[in-house]
């Protein structure tokens, strides 16, 4: 099946079975904004779970904040948001659709890449065995002639992003000959920036209200609040403060579902730091983050590091973890070294000082900042792209399936009554009763019991409990796993220690690797 045909399945299978919804959904929606149904809110709630815990029930030096989504307007103008926070933009004259000039270049690299990739799988095919990858892709004639136009396009790319030279964007686009993907054509306008901020206004009247902004990244509330949290609690360098919380960008270009939306929520945690051991945190921090992520089970391969060519104003370092979605390898969380661009950019606003008093040397100065920041909404959709399986059974039957790692799933534990008479109802509530204090657990009477099965692989529950007439004599039930469909005997006083162990956030977090 084509990538893009899983992808629409993931988009569908995510309303069908109360994952993610249009916002605004009964009058027609609206573009780029979606809803999180009841499994979704399951889901995302132990995605930031996982993430929190690791950053602050895991690391001494790390503590949590909640700032607000609307700041004094001027912090935004301090972090360079209000003058240089914009997107090139390009308009298709023939099918009006408008589109980022930068994702149309990066978009005609990655079919270089692809299609290096697919020469190469032709070889290994071919060969076999004896199939020498790397030495193949430094000798394959087709594969260097690929290899140099993709160089050739890359460094001409970098150097025009870093020159926010517009005109010689448009000009690649036109060299390449990329088209738009809804008219064919190349009949292509200008290159513009536009500002990505939503404006709003305060105050008690139209006359007196002030403009203010809903923040585009959570980071500037950890920044203005770094020497309160460090005073009250007493902290050291380094030391990290880690945020959860809602940013908003007006995206023009939204597009492939939840990928890029203009509400969003950010999972991030600025690292404060000596100046001069930078560069030495920005690799523990990639190191860190990218077993994070690997720790869920999904495949090295699927992951990569993307370093940056064009820094942001305030970088000396920064790259991306990407993962491999059904559209291609996408950014799912930036790790950048921010300087002290920040922090001296606020003291230097508000004209007060927030330097740090190092008393190991008995000095003050503005700590540098390694950023770690990661998008809720694309970390969901990536577990939910490689979770989504749909497989035939020996009985000639297809199953769609959420192979969710299990502290992920929504539903940890179904508990189902063989018929709904007889005293099992009852039975298995007694087994709700007891469990729904440790995990989230779900009472299902409808339907015949394949076709409940069924409904619990389609949200991802690793467990299902059926309650049988023998369960009233003998105190014990049927347990099935969700993967494998095994299903065995046991008692019901031993449920919770079976499913308990592998559905907590806590056994994630022991997987990972400890330094």
């Known amino acids: 099946m084509a990538q893009e045909d899983i992808f629409k399945k993931v988009i569908s299978h995510c309303k069908e079975y109360g994952f993610v919804f249009p916002s605004s959904d009964i009058y027609d929606g609206l573009a780029a904004v979606y809803d999180y149904g009841q499994n979704g809110v399951e889901l995302k709630n132990n995605i930031k779970q996982y993430w929190w815990q690791s950053m602050v029930l895991m690391h001494e030096n790390i503590v949590g904040i909640d700032s607000a989504i609307f700041m004094h307007p001027t912090i935004w103008k301090a972090s360079g948001h209000v003058d240089a926070f914009n997107d090139p933009l390009i308009d298709n004259r023939d099918s009006k659709k408008r589109y980022r000039a930068d994702v149309l270049i990066e978009d005609q690299l990655a079919k270089y890449d692809e299609k290096i990739n697919k020469e190469v799988a032709k070889a290994a095919k071919r060969f076999g065995d004896s199939f020498d990858e790397q030495k193949y892709r430094e000798t394959s004639p087709r594969v260097q002639e690929t290899l140099i136009k993709r160089d050739a396009l890359h460094e001409r790319f970098a150097a025009a992003m870093n020159a926010n030279d517009l005109a010689e964007l448009r000009q690649i686009i036109l060299d390449e000959e990329i088209v738009c993907p809804i008219s064919g054509t190349r009949n292509w306008t200008d290159v513009r920036q536009f500002n990505l901020m939503f404006k709003t206004e305060v105050g008690s009247t139209a006359e007196g209200a002030s403009t203010i902004y809903l923040r585009p990244e959570t980071a500037q509330g950890i920044f203005v609040n770094y020497l309160n949290v460090q ?14 919380g809602k940013a908003f960008r007006n995206e023009i270009v939204a597009r492939q579902f939840i990928f890029r939306m203009r509400e969003f929520e950010q999972m991030e945690m600025q690292f404060f730091i000596k100046p001069g051991t930078e560069l030495d945190w920005f690799k523990v921090w990639k190191k860190t983050r990218m077993a994070w992520h690997q720790n869920l089970g999904f495949g090295a391969e699927n992951y990569r590091f993307h370093d940056h060519d064009k820094l942001a104003h305030y970088a000396n370092a920064a790259t991306d973890i990407e993962f491999n979605m059904p559209f291609g390898f996408k950014e799912v969380e930036g790790i950048h070294s921010r300087t002290n661009f920040d922090l001296s950019q606020h003291e230097k606003y ?13 000095e003050s100065y503005t700590p540098y900042v390694i950023e770690t920041s990661i998008g809720v909404d694309r970390m969901f959709l990536s577990v939910m792209c490689h979770c989504f399986c749909e497989e035939k059974l020996e009985n000639g039957e297809t199953r769609t399936v959420l192979r969710l790692p299990a502290a992920l799933a929504p539903v940890k534990l179904a508990v189902m009554p063989l018929v709904k008479k007889n005293g099992l109802p009852e039975k298995a509530r007694e087994i709700i009763d007891d469990l729904k204090f440790h995990f989230n657990c779900q009472y299902d009477e409808k339907d015949s019991i394949g076709k409940r099965y069924r409904r619990q692989d389609a949200i991802g529950t690793p467990y299902c409990v059926t309650v049988d007439f023998d369960s009233l004599n003998d105190d014990s039930v049927t347990l099935r796993m969700r993967d494998t469909m095994e299903q065995k005997r046991v008692k019901i006083s031993e449920l919770r220690g079976i499913i308990e162990d592998n559905v907590t956030i806590t056994s994630l977090l022991k997987k990972l690797p400890r330094d």
């Not at 005073?231 to 030391?239: D, G, I, Q, S, Y």
Request: aromatic share 12%; no cysteine.
């Open 231 to 244: 005073k009250t609690a007493h902290m050291k360098l380094p030391f990290g403060i880690a945020q959860i």
């Open 350 to 362: 508000s004209g007060r000082s927030i330097k740090y008093f190092d008393p190991d040397i008995n």
